[in-house]
């Protein structure tokens, strides 16, 4: 360590850079957490006022009232991000590889949803697939489709609302990590001898995974949490849990329940998490912190 | 045959990609069509013929028009605050040596990690505990928060990809570190800069879930869209959002043309080191950084 050497001053400066926006960040979000960890453990109704009394009931109350919306959010997230996954991956690679002078303007198409507002976007969605518009004309000419079959208000329409929402997410990290491998070893392994389709199962594709990984994660867990989509493309059947927490926290103010379910949210979430980067590598997400130091 | 089928194989990803943009493009298209729709009912959710009068009505709701200013004023705030505090972590972050920086990164990565509802409800517990009133204030803080961590990102990235023998050059020739960070550094690190505030500003702007929380009975664009959604969206929401994409666009295109203009002017970047280190080792002239970016 060579910084010892220097003045205390001059040591002190990246305290002082970083402090401003760290003491932000920890007074708005580490410290609101363990607020809600407090509120969480509470009992009481809001007209007889909330006490701290170490209520660990309102878990199991939660999660027992709850159970289906989070069962459902957690499908519904997992769906979405396999789908996002099989688009984005070959929209991904057809940028890095095909993109050509085109790259910047598809790259651009890529993120211009988020250029429009969300719940817009959403809303355009219930044009879409409402029951006399061309999806559901299609669906029903395929005979995919029945009838009276309709497509708003199914878990089909939140899924494919969640998919659209965050595929951008997926699709950023997947071109990042393709965009950066170097298309010298590709030709190796065809000078090599070996197939396209053995090239890419053993070169491009382990060697995008960080991209992947992160692509999944950052699609999973606001999707996970997520309650426009179940708003305006569901119906009380497909209801998801944060629905359920907004529901709590602003009409129906059982704070102490509506906290401890975030909890129970945000720990599901963190432990499908950790399974996850212990399956996939961690690389993925300790890549770019090497890329500072 | 096997030729059309050798084809179709080759240009089957470029297909699948061409579809999945239209799939991102669609709605958009739609948002931008139906602003021109001229509706029967209260529910601009099916075609019944064109109009261009909503978008001279553009503004004439005024509950809107607070809303959207509202959303101007509060991104604006929030994007000054965070592109700032973020920017200083930023620097900290690439140039400094110190302890604790896996907790810093941490707790920068944390936030975007969280659902946004989670974000939302603690916030509020925090607030209803203290008792402090939800307003704009409170909104402001809650978007300075969540728009921080994005802005370390995008500042980081352009930070490290920064040539820094441009600044021990004009340092070399007697410039202070001031003048060195007003002349040199600042003007390379703006497209980065703006890139960050562009996506500040887009964050919170677009914003739903956490200002639902947050927003006692101030109501900004998204929270007016939600609470006009159950009695019929009017067409000038679709219109102000058509206004906005187009604004947004344009500046993104303005900030990457920039940004090429900035990395035309200091070519000296990591891919062409190789060719610069070669030329000093065969001695054939002595380049200075400074000299190939003039």
Do not use: C
């Not at chain 2, 006692?216 to 058509?242: D, E, M």
């Not at chain 2, 043309?257 to 030329?279: F, I």
């Amino acid at each position: 360590m060579n910084d010892e050497s220097k003045p205390l001053s001059r040591r002190l400066v990246p305290y002082w850079l970083m402090g401003p926006g760290l003491i932000w960040l920890v007074l708005f979000f580490v410290i609101p957490l363990y607020f809600m960890l407090r509120l969480s453990l509470e009992s009481g109704t809001l007209e007889t006022g909330f006490e701290f009394t170490w209520d660990w009931a309102n878990y199991s109350d939660g999660w027992d009232r709850y159970s289906e919306q989070f069962f459902r959010s957690f499908l519904y997230a997992g769906t979405a991000t396999v789908i996002a996954l099989i688009i984005a991956y070959p929209l991904a690679y057809a940028i890095a590889f095909r993109g050509g002078r085109w790259k910047n303007a598809l790259l651009f198409a890529v993120v211009a949803p988020f250029f429009t507002t969300y719940l817009i976007r959403t809303i355009a969605w219930t044009t879409i697939l409402s029951d006399d518009g061309v999806v559901v004309d299609v669906l029903k000419t395929f005979g995919i489709l029945g009838e009276n079959g309709k497509v708003l208000a199914t878990p089909s329409a939140v899924i494919a609302g969640i998919t659209y929402n965050f595929l951008p997410f997926m699709v950023l990290p997947i071109y990042a990590s393709l965009e950066r491998l170097d298309p010298r070893l590709i030709e190796a392994a065809k000078d090599l001898y070996s197939s396209s389709r053995a090239a890419f199962v053993k070169v491009t594709l382990p060697l995008s995974a960080p991209g992947i990984v992160a692509g999944t994660l950052l699609t999973f867990i606001p999707a996970a949490g997520d309650y426009i989509n179940a708003t305006f493309l569901g119906s009380t059947n497909t209801s998801m849990v944060g629905n359920a927490i907004q529901s709590l926290y602003l009409s129906l103010r059982d704070y102490p329940t509506a906290a401890a379910m975030s909890f129970i949210l945000m720990a599901v979430i963190l432990i499908i998490v950790l399974i996850y980067i212990r399956f996939a590598g961690s690389e993925a997400l300790m890549g770019d912190e090497e890329e500072a130091t | 045959m096997t030729r059309a089928w050798g084809w179709l194989r080759y240009h089957a990803v470029s297909i699948w990609a061409a579809l999945a943009i239209a799939y991102l493009l669609i709605p958009i298209a739609l948002i931008a069509v139906f602003s021109f729709n001229d509706p029967e009912g209260k529910f601009n959710y099916t075609w019944s013929g064109f109009t261009t009068k909503y978008w001279g009505d553009a503004f004439a709701i005024p509950d809107l028009n607070d809303a959207f200013l509202t959303s101007l004023r509060l991104a604006a705030l929030a994007t000054i605050i965070a592109t700032i505090l973020g920017t200083m972590i930023a620097i900290a972050l690439v140039r400094h040596q110190f302890h604790g920086r896996r907790a810093a990164n941490f707790l920068i990565v944390i936030p975007m990690a969280t659902p946004e509802v989670v974000i939302g409800a603690s916030l509020l517990s925090m607030f209803l505990i203290y008792g402090i009133s939800l307003g704009f204030f409170s909104l402001l803080l809650a978007h300075v928060m969540f728009s921080i961590s994005f802005v370390v990102i995008v500042v980081r990235s352009r930070l490290i990809g920064f040539d820094r023998r441009l600044e021990e050059a004009a340092r070399d020739l007697g410039a202070t570190p001031l003048t060195t960070f007003r002349t040199v550094t600042l003007p390379l690190l703006t497209p980065g800069l703006v890139g960050a505030a562009l996506l500040a500003f887009a964050l919170s702007i677009d914003d739903f879930v956490i200002s639902n929380f947050t927003s006692g009975t101030t109501v900004t664009f998204p929270l007016y869209i939600f609470g006009a959604a159950q009695r019929g969206i009017p067409v000038q929401v679709y219109v102000i959002a058509t206004m906005l994409f187009v604004v947004t666009v344009a500046a993104m295109v303005f900030v990457t043309w920039q940004q090429r203009r900035a990395e035309k002017m200091a070519e000296v970047r990591a891919d062409d080191d190789e060719t610069g280190l070669s030329a000093l080792a065969s001695g054939k002239e002595p380049i200075s950084p400074a000299g190939s970016a003039a």
